[in-house]
């Protein structure tokens, strides 16, 4: 299934795009796309058995808003330089473990929402990422299989970044990451058994129509099953977190000087295979 939450910011309703493409409104089965219902298959299943009968109303989707697909997210936790051919645009050694860091759940967007360039910013850059949902909650993993069955589904994450607050201003990575409207999301949750392998998904971003990033999340170096594992076993995830999974090469830090960094005016649109597109213009903070 598709999941997804239309409307103004801050009254988004639950949705479903159905296989013909229509919008169909959940909002009479379900109170909201979260993580309380990601952890209930009986109302994952109503969905499905109402998704096949055609029985939804349809909605019009002409102007209207995607927000993001999933409401109350509890922590976003991101991996750093999780692409072998990221780590050697940027120099750097293939990590030995992920590299885990977090990002504020505020910092959510719909996946067509502006995106702010923060004040004082030089290197305001772009990573588009594989984001995983979870839906069972994740505490002490010990195998692939059991992490993959906490996932519930999968989104398109972009992972702003500015980096000279990441890596020029001292300090842990989290200044560079946490600025306002840093992750847009979306448009859908899909569910986990619409994405059989998730290390076979294409990565792609594009800035002002020039395409900047082409991957393939065959190219992580901690695949998907292996980043759920190894941070359950730091902290527990919950129902409704999302797990960031890397971005891979193709950043404008990756770049030959001068880097060219975002600004304000500028265009990005990124997707990943099977589950959607985002566009963004950039506005001055």
């Not at 922590?75 to 120099?91: F, P, Q």
């Not at 004040?119 to 305001?124: A, E, K, Q, V």
């Not at 600025?179 to 899909?190: H, M």
């Amino acid at each position: 299934m598709k999941l997804l939450r239309v409307g103004t910011a801050g009254a988004e309703r639950p949705a479903l795009l159905d296989a013909g493409g229509t919008l169909r409104d959940l909002s009479g089965l379900v109170p909201d796309i979260d993580g309380a219902l990601l952890a209930d298959g009986a109302g994952l299943d109503r969905i499905r058995a109402a998704a096949e009968s055609g029985t939804l109303p349809a909605l019009d989707a002409d102007g209207l808003r995607t927000g993001p697909p999933l409401a109350g997210i509890g922590k976003i936790v991101c991996i750093g330089l999780n692409y072998h051919d990221h780590a050697r645009e940027t120099g750097a050694e293939p990590p030995a473990e992920p590299v885990v860091f977090l990002k504020a759940p505020d910092t959510v967007v719909g996946p067509d929402d502006t995106v702010l360039v923060p004040r004082g910013s030089t290197s305001t850059d772009w990573e588009v990422e594989l984001a995983v949902v979870i839906g069972r909650t994740a505490r002490y993993l010990d195998t692939p299989r059991e992490a993959l069955a906490c996932v519930a589904g999968y989104t398109v994450a972009h992972d702003v970044s500015e980096r000279e607050f990441q890596m020029e201003r001292g300090g842990t990575w989290d200044k560079g990451k946490n600025c306002e409207t840093f992750t847009p999301l979306g448009p859908w949750l899909v569910t986990a058994d619409e994405v059989p392998d998730p290390q076979r998904l294409a990565l792609r971003l594009w800035v002002n129509g020039e395409l900047k990033q082409d991957g393939s999340t065959a190219e992580q170096i901690f695949p998907v099953a292996e980043v759920v594992r190894y941070v359950s076993r730091f902290m527990t995830l919950y129902p409704g977190d999302v797990v960031s999974t890397g971005t891979p090469a193709g950043v404008a830090l990756g770049r030959p000087a001068p880097k060219p960094y975002l600004r304000a005016g500028d265009v990005v649109e990124l997707e990943v295979e099977g589950l959607g597109r985002q566009r963004q213009e950039l506005k001055d903070a």
